[in-house]
């Protein structure tokens, strides 16, 4: 019995569904060695990777002969790809808005993140609040809409910030930068900073209550009415259920062990501890928390509570047993983290591939995605970065980018689409000239 | 008042000596827009609705009859987004600064647009900020507002005026633009749909005022925050008018009425991310959306995005403009060439894809500036007699009104425009206006340079 359809339906297969094998390669998969050799892609996921594999029917191949593989660099701290301000930054407590909203799939930084290798980062709201708004992961599918951006499961989140910007009274609108002041808003200390968190998880934990006794209610087959929803408490109360992840921007010591003790009286766990430039002093507080930390690789200095920074941060608390990432909270710092990593193997002496993962499968594990990406092991996403050199060296470039066994950037496609796009819009420019009204009667200047 | 008593003695004098119950315009073109164009045609108007349209008519006796030799008959056209006839929304003048702010602009909340209400920003959103959900346009018209005189003159019968300010800025409503003493006597339909804005946020402008919202996202999350407030009080409500014996009374709240009362919302979008994010977002909140703007509507992803969601379109002829004096230094993005290039192509763009659109003149409104803007649109590939359906019937249409505007069919409103030449053309001369039947001759024009400077983005402030 013949089944024609089955056989149109293989032949449309390889459009949907592109195998590709990775061959010649220096693989570094973090978690497992590496390896010379080959990378499977079937289905957009990494189905082998080994010295010698099963080819694949219909497999399109990269020759990746001298060159290397790595997963795709996961930056835990971004705030690129956001349409409108950063920060809402009208309120001490901002968890009623959130990055999701306002993803800009256009923003000209995703396509220059992708293009240093990051296929994955976690997008923030700004510093501006103690409590501030939701985040959101994305995967850098340049050319999807915002939707098809989402790292489609992974937890949320939502920023808390300690410190000086948070408790700068008056604001500037816009956060740093920001010039025009608002009215002075609290807190104005650090000690209001707790205040204003513990405050607000207060409010979460008897609006939990309020909707916890209606579900009990609806559960004994009783009628009443719901209680108000309230989209600022309605994310706090998924932090104290454990369904949100918290990213708390800090930088002293005192304000960690602040939030560290305020998440235990409210009987939940900090996700990720952001910048955390003192870290490495209570590096031991931290590591018992559980909290993840995600820092800068030797940037300090640029406000005061910066002055006690040091390079070996990121080292010295991984000795501790915290899993620590390396993030850029920088548009341009995002497009090379692989040199970002290559200095903790300078400063605190860490192994290649613990220095790698810092921007892979440590970053995954904070953002509890790590069974998805961070390594290259099969199951895992065909996220991969193809670099001409070692990738933690200053000469490696960016040779290709794949997420979900796409490739989403193709160094010699760009380098050779280059002129064709500089004569269209040159076009454009001529265009536009000749169709501007001369200039009528301009006064020249007298004398 | 006693110079205003002889006035309208005279103005009444004039209008029945000018403006008989019953007329007829015979031997002229006319272009019925929902059929097909009569050559030598009759319209006959009586009581101030369409009586009769043919060739070949008898004209009822005693009816004023105008030849209509050498002329074209149009429906009245109708500017599908405006604020004529709330005198307080005119766009400020270009003068006042780099580029005028277009009508749809939200307006910032100041002393000036809320005479009554305090200043002081808002803390968040319970304070709901530039929120006034219950205005209606229909309340707020002012028949003295000078622009309903020169938008008329443009061949403008009817606009669907907005209480554009703010977020929650009212409802609109349709008004025929008749020159009376009695606002009332404007207004055919009181509530088409709730005007919605938003800002970015940041920078320099400082949006509504320095309180909350002053993101993006504050904007989308309070918009949110109010539909789910609105819904929990119409529930609270519904139980309380069931039985009241024995519930504590929901206290009545202005601002979730007037966004119950509202049948439809209109969001802003020009860009295909904000017509993506807005489409998504009237979607989640359950509101039949129009969206206005759309800048970028030329664009391929634009159209099926429309269709996917089947939300109609108000087109902004504010067609975007190359920046005057720009820094010979700075670097022109491509989106930004191509708004140029190719902003006035989404009409026919639109309309080859069987989206619903109707085009808005977004603060236009000198005659010459509103015929060059459609004509723009015409050399970019709109067909003619589908930009007079875009300011016509489509309006109509998107609004649900037209079974009383839009076309020149029998029973309709009288509304009409007839000319010398064929509308939107470079020497084609409005000859004379009918508003509900009324004859209005078109005003003398300014002298030239009376342009005023583009939008930045309707519905959208910096």
Not at chain 1, 80 to 109: L, R
Not at chain 1, 129 to 139: A, E
Not at chain 1, 407 to 430: C, H, M, W
Not at chain 2, 353 to 361: C, D, E, I, N, Q
Request: net charge neutral; proline share 7%.
């Amino acid at each position: 019995m013949r089944k024609p359809w089955i056989v149109a339906l293989a032949a449309l297969a390889p459009l949907y569904a592109q195998n590709i094998v990775i061959q010649n390669a220096t693989i570094m998969t973090v978690t497992k060695g590496t390896v010379q050799g080959s990378v499977v892609i079937k289905d957009g996921k990494i189905a082998e990777v080994g010295e010698k594999v099963m080819m694949p029917l219909n497999a399109t191949t990269i020759d990746a002969g001298g060159q290397y593989v790595i997963p795709g660099i996961i930056d835990c701290h971004s705030h690129i790809a956001v349409d409108g301000n950063v920060n809402e930054g009208s309120v001490s407590v901002s968890s009623m808005v959130n990055i999701k909203d306002v993803i800009n799939p256009e923003d000209i930084s995703i396509y220059r993140a992708l293009a240093g290798g990051v296929t994955t980062a976690n997008i923030l709201h700004g510093s501006a609040n103690p409590i501030g708004g939701q985040t959101i992961v994305l995967k850098m599918r340049w050319g999807k809409d915002a939707e098809g951006m989402i790292f489609e499961g992974a937890l949320p989140g939502i920023k808390f910030a300690l410190g000086e910007n948070p408790k700068r009274p008056g604001n500037p609108q816009g956060g740093r930068g920001g010039t025009q002041t608002v009215p002075a808003r609290y807190p104005a200390t650090r000690m209001g900073v707790e205040d204003t968190i513990r405050e607000a998880l207060n409010q979460a934990k008897a609006y939990k209550a309020e909707w916890d006794d209606y579900a009990a209610k609806v559960a004994r087959g009783e009628h009443p009415r719901p209680p108000r929803k309230d989209l600022k408490l309605e994310p706090l109360k998924e932090v104290l259920e454990g369904k949100r992840y918290v990213h708390a921007h800090c930088y002293r010591e005192d304000e960690i062990l602040m939030l560290l003790r305020v998440a235990d009286d409210y009987g939940f766990k900090i996700r990720t501890l952001q910048h955390v430039l003192e870290g490495y002093k209570v590096a031991q507080e931290i590591a018992a928390s559980g909290a993840g930390a995600s820092t800068f690789s030797d940037w300090w200095a640029y406000k005061i509570e910066a002055f006690d920074a040091i390079p070996y941060n990121a080292a010295l608390m991984q000795k501790k047993g915290i899993v620590v990432s390396l993030n850029s909270d920088d548009e341009e710092l995002m497009r090379h983290l692989n040199t970002e990593a290559a200095k903790a193997m300078k400063y605190g002496g860490l192994s290649e591939t613990d220095a790698l993962a810092m921007v892979t499968i440590n970053p995954a594990r904070q953002l509890g995605i790590d069974s998805r990406v961070g390594s290259i092991e099969a199951g895992k996403d065909a996220d991969l970065v193809i670099y001409d050199k070692y990738p933690l060296s200053d000469y490696a470039k960016v040779q290709k980018v794949l997420i979900d066994g796409r490739v989403y950037f193709d160094r010699d496609n760009d380098v050779s689409g280059r002129p064709a796009k500089t004569l269209e819009k040159q076009k454009l420019i001529d265009k536009e000239k000749q169709s501007q009204p001369k200039p009528t009667g301009g006064r020249r200047p007298v004398g | 008042m006693r110079k205003l008593v002889p006035a309208l003695l005279l103005l009444c004098a004039w209008a029945i000596a000018e403006n008989p119950r019953t007329l007829a315009i015979r031997n002229a073109k006319i272009v019925t827009v929902s059929g097909p164009v009569l050559n030598k045609g009759t319209v006959v108007v009586r009581n101030g609705l369409i009586e009769a349209v043919g060739e070949n008519l008898a004209i009822p006796a005693g009816a004023w009859t105008i030849d209509g030799e050498g002329m074209t008959v149009y429906p009245g056209l109708i500017d599908s987004l405006s604020t004529v006839g709330i005198p307080s929304l005119a766009p400020a003048p270009a003068a006042a600064g780099r580029g005028g702010r277009g009508q749809t602009t939200p307006t910032p909340v100041t002393a000036a647009a809320t005479a009554a209400a305090p200043v002081t920003p808002a803390k968040g959103p319970e304070d709901r900020p530039a929120t006034t959900s219950w205005v209606l346009a229909a309340n707020e018209i002012d028949p003295s507002d000078h622009r309903i005189e020169s938008v008329r003159s443009a061949g403008f019968t009817t606009t669907v005026t907005f209480p554009a300010r703010g977020i929650f800025g009212g409802q609109g409503s349709i008004i025929d633009l008749a020159s009376t003493e009695r606002a009332g006597e404007m207004v055919v339909v009181p509530a088409v749909g709730q005007y919605l804005a938003v800002s970015r946020g940041g920078g320099g402008f400082g949006g509504f005022g320095a309180g909350f919202p002053n993101a993006l996202m504050g904007y989308i999350a309070y918009i949110r925050q109010v539909y789910l407030d609105a819904e929990h009080y119409k529930l609270l409500n519904e139980a309380y008018a069931h039985s009241p014996r024995g519930m504590e009374r929901p206290p009545y709240d202005r601002a979730l009425e007037g966004v119950l009362e509202s049948k439809r919302i209109l969001l802003p979008a020009n860009r295909v991310v904000e017509m993506d994010r807005m489409l998504r977002f009237a979607a989640e909140l359950k509101q039949p959306v129009i969206l206005y703007g759309l800048r970028e509507a030329y664009r391929p992803e634009a159209a099926p995005l429309l269709k996917k969601y089947g939300s109609p379109a108000l087109v902004s002829m504010h067609w975007t403009e190359a920046p005057r004096d720009p820094d010979p230094e700075a670097d022109r993005t491509m989106r930004s060439l191509e708004n140029v290039d190719q902003g006035p192509a989404a009409p026919g763009l639109l309309q080859k894809a069987g989206v619903p659109f109707a085009l808005y003149t977004d603060g236009l409104d000198q005659p010459r500036d509103l015929q060059r803007a459609v004509k723009k649109a015409i050399d970019a590939g709109l067909a003619r007699q589908d930009a007079i359906r875009a300011l016509t019937l489509s309006p109509a249409e998107i609004y649900g009104v037209a079974d009383r505007l839009g076309s020149i069919e029998v029973g309709k409103i009288a509304n009409l425009v007839v000319t010398k030449g064929d509308l939107f053309d470079d020497h084609t001369q409005i000859e004379m206006i009918f508003v509900d039947g009324k004859q209005y001759k078109p005003a003398p024009e300014p002298p030239a340079g009376g342009g005023r400077g583009a939008t930045e983005e309707p519905g959208v402030s910096q």
